[in-house]
């Protein structure tokens, strides 16, 4: 059985966490403090952007030690500024210290994403090309990635191999051309009893007119200059969804989604996206 969201990310955590302890544990803080000593901490945007990963982070914390509590003052999806307290925290000195750093890589590293993705969002708005994600997430974190994304107001595209046929240039080749890949993968689908969307690549306008001639689900204009791209937009008249692709850019994003296509993917949202400065900052106690 396939593990559900929660699974993957608890794996997740404990494997991060085991990465972080080692076989000893983190003997800094073992050294400094006992299992009865409790702080508080609050957790502190640097930077401006949005917030994605909050729950992740707090569940890392639950899971060196359950005792922890944890106030929320922001949400997911929430565009937060620097200065902003997004959470406040009370445990065990250990436990807080020890799970800060594995807590803080989650949440800035999503939130990192979510970020770049609003950018991308608001620089096509007023336009109808929505912003897709691509299969370019970092091993083991596609599910969290894409989850990323849609907190920044992007579109996920499919999730892995197996939700949707994308047929790229390579299978083209193999298979012997648009047609016969198309043909192949309808066939897949009635030996097998279920049925997916199909997407094709292509990359020139002859190769445009082949896929809509086959009544495809999606087809993808890859690298192509915005001229090609233009004539293939008035060429399909909104008969099939457009998507764009390739070399996708802050600087570039704007003028493709002005030619009219109905999506842009851009592989930068998760291989590229700078991760969002947060910290944890204890709270010194108050003498007196």
Known sequence: ????????????????????????????????????????????????????????????????????????????????????????????????????????????????????????????????????????????????????VACGGGVNHRMGLYDLFLIKDNHIAAAGGIAAAVAGCREYMRRNRFTASIEVETKTLEELEQALALDVDRIMLDNMPLALMRRCVQRVNQRVPLEASGGVSLETVRAIAETGVDFISIGALTHSAPVLDISLEVIPEQNG
């Open 1 to 148: 059985m396939k593990p559900t969201a929660l699974e993957e990310t608890r794996l997740l955590i404990r494997h991060a966490l085991a990465e972080d302890l080692g076989e000893r544990g983190d003997i800094t803080t073992q050294a400094l403090f006992d299992s009865g000593r409790i702080i508080d901490a609050e957790m502190l945007v640097k930077q401006n952007g949005v917030l994605c990963g909050l729950d992740v982070a707090i569940q890392v914390f639950h899971e060196v030690h359950p005792g922890v509590t944890v106030e929320k003052l922001a949400e997911d999806a929430q565009k937060v500024a620097a200065g902003a307290i997004i959470c406040r925290i009370t445990g065990r000195a250990d436990a807080l210290i020890t799970a800060e750093r594995t807590a803080l890589n989650f949440i800035g590293r999503l939130s990192g994403v979510a970020t770049l993705t609003r950018l991308f969002v608001d620089r096509v708005a007023g336009t109808s090309a929505k912003i897709l994600d691509t299969r370019k997430t970092t091993p083991g974190w596609r599910r969290l990635e894409k989850y990323a």
